[in-house]
């Protein structure tokens, strides 16, 4: 996937089978999204990405307990 192509899927906001997340810091929120793709048809959460389609990122933090 180009990067035009990932800024086009984010473009067309959230559905049932993709979702926002502006952080990771609440876990139980990003484990509750994962089990929901897990137990319908699948998806793509997109980490870094606010609900309104902006591009905040993750903060340094947030990347190192991703490691």
């Given amino acids: ?37 897990a137990n319908a048809e699948g998806g793509v959460i997109y980490i870094g990405v606010a609900d309104d389609g902006s591009l905040p990122g993750l903060a340094p933090g947030d990347v190192a307990r991703c490691n």
């Fill in 1 to 37: 996937m180009t990067e035009n192509d990932l800024r086009m899927h984010i473009a067309s906001g959230e559905d049932s089978f993709k979702q926002f997340t502006s952080d990771i810091r609440n876990a139980e929120s990003l484990a509750a999204e994962i089990a929901a793709f």
